[in-house]
């Protein structure tokens, strides 16, 4: 991972290095879904927020959003899916 797109291992990830194997094979699974999507990735992103926000998983909003202001998308899209905060 740390040779990867993400430049090294961070978040609920670092538990993963006790088993080089799993995390290997889970870095590819994440560089599929996110890196080779069908969807641009403006619109990968969003879902992932989306998702992210729907299973109250910050650290996935977290990351997904860095991307997200990378890609230019509308700012108030992505605060309005912030983990924790109520859906309106």
């Not at 890196?35 to 926000?53: D, G, H, M, P, Y």
């Not at 860095?66 to 998308?73: A, K, L, M």
């Amino acid at each position: 991972m740390i040779a990867g797109p993400r430049k090294g291992v961070k978040g609920p990830f670092i538990a993963l290095l006790r088993s080089p194997e799993l995390l290997a094979r889970l870095q590819k699974v994440g560089e599929y879904l996110r890196l080779q999507s069908a969807l641009c990735t403006r619109v990968n992103e969003f879902v992932t927020l989306i998702v992210a926000r729907e299973w109250t998983q910050e650290f996935e909003w977290f990351v997904a959003r860095h991307i997200s202001v990378v890609t230019r998308p509308r700012q108030g899209e992505m605060d309005r899916q912030r983990p924790g905060r109520e859906m309106r």
